[in-house]
């Protein structure tokens, strides 16, 4: 199993009949080789190979120089065409539509394959090239529809989240969105192209036509889907300050959507506190709270003051204490929270007669240091990791003089 997929063992033992069946594919494997070697070895790339290639990347679409020669027939014979026919944009799109077909069966069988969506994208982008804004957003648009489903099947699928925001960005694009406003309505949304319904729609600008609303949503229906999701989570912090900028935001709205993320990372904490990917996702959402200007560029709230930071953070170091009293085994709660802390302790710093720890942390840097030891006794293969960690809090209470 992996991302939840059945996978196929290539472990169990092979029939004399199976060898001999293996023995005959790699021979024909070499044979096609050999052909196309052949074919195009005084730089010419002629039509008539191309079938050659789709035999020999059907058994393996792992070779990555036959991807080239077969880009390489392509550009010749969209060349030809150009040059040739009164049609050429039809004859074109036709070609096209043959390469996409051709490459989805395999995309299915082996969707971890960087040389299969790296042609899927070089296909598309033909569309950009030589066909009209209208034409090319129409193979675009349906690209999107598919890849959609793609993530329904494998929801976790890196390479798929990839490609879908190279999909949405050449949407965005001023050239594409400049062909919407030769349509109707009904026919120019863009989010049609996603499976579910959604409120939103794509919004025109001078550059071009944002995604980023329906895109927000998207990642909101994946979540809720499955918790347990790097790139949904990843995309989604992404998203977010891009998102808040085409809003114009008010401080107010920033701040009432970073409450309600971190009430959404909340929620799903309890549901499941051992899941890595939601951890990931809270530490973006508490960089508004950091002192680091790298952070705060990355952060809904960009302009929160010390104070805000400091009760931010706070609020937050409760919550995680309330799931160390529910998941005492789970070591990203004790983790968290001695980062949490050290963080609350260089905004303290400074403040006359100020408690450095944080109040709700009853038992002070003890507790602190309790919380690191517990660390290690979880997760003893990264003990010195957890060594240095508690050097560091050492080092920071002996500053602090508490």
């Keep these: 199993m992996s991302h939840g997929i059945p ?56 070779y990555y120089t036959i991807w080239n020669t077969r880009r390489r027939i392509l550009s ?44 899927r994208v070089w296909t598309l982008q033909q569309t950009s090239t030589h066909l009209s804004p ?9 690209e999107l529809s598919l890849v959609t489903k793609m993530l329904a099947r494998d929801s976790r699928n890196f390479h798929g989240w990839g490609y879908r925001k190279t999909v949405v960005a050449e949407l965005e694009s001023p050239k594409l969105a400049a062909s919407l406003t030769s349509e109707s309505p009904s026919s120019s949304n863009l989010e049609q192209a996603d499976s579910q319904p959604s409120p939103e729609t794509s919004t025109s600008t001078s550059i071009g036509t944002s995604m980023l609303e329906s895109e927000f949503a998207y990642t909101t229906r994946m979540i809720s ?34 409450d309600s993320e971190l009430e959404l990372i909340l929620n799903a904490l309890y549901t499941d506190p051992y899941d890595q990917s939601i951890w990931f996702y809270h530490s973006f959402l508490i960089s508004a709270f950091s002192t680091s200007a790298f952070q705060q560029e990355l952060s809904i709230v960009p302009d929160l003051t010390d104070q805000e ?11 995680v204490m309330g799931l160390m009293e529910e998941e005492e085994g789970c070591r990203w709660v004790y983790e968290r929270g001695v980062e949490m802390v050290l963080e609350f302790v260089e905004l303290k710093r400074g403040e006359e007669g100020g408690k450095v720890v944080p ?13 690191r030891d517990r660390l290690e006794e979880l997760d003893p293969l990264r003990r010195g990791r957890w060594r240095d960690l508690g050097e560091k809090i050492r080092r920071v209470r002996g500053e602090v003089g508490e």
């Design 7 to 62: 996978r196929v063992s290539e472990q169990e033992p092979k029939t004399v009949e199976a060898r001999q069946k293996e023995i005959k594919k790699i021979e024909e494997y070499k044979s096609l080789a050999s052909k196309i070697q052949e074919a195009t070895k005084d730089g010419t790339h002629l039509p008539a190979t191309l079938p050659l290639t789709s035999k020999l990347l059907t058994l393996n679409p792992e």
């Design 76 to 119: 010749q014979h969209f060349s030809s065409i150009l040059s040739e026919s009164s049609t050429s944009e039809e004859e074109i799109s036709n070609l096209l539509s043959s390469e996409l077909n051709f490459l989805f069966p395999l995309l299915l069988k082996f969707p971890k394959c960087y040389w299969l969506w790296n042609h």
């Design 134 to 142: 209208a034409s090319s957003r129409k193979f675009w648009t349906d």
């Design 225 to 258: 889907t499955n918790l347990s999701n790097f790139s949904a989570w990843h995309t989604r912090s992404r998203l977010i300050p891009p998102l808040l900028a085409h809003r114009h935001a008010s401080p107010s709205s920033r701040r009432q959507m970073l």
């Design 309 to 319: 930071r400091i009760g931010g953070l706070e609020g937050e170091i409760e919550k």
């Design 359 to 371: 109040e709700g942390v009853e038992g002070g840097w003890d507790e602190v240091a309790r919380w």
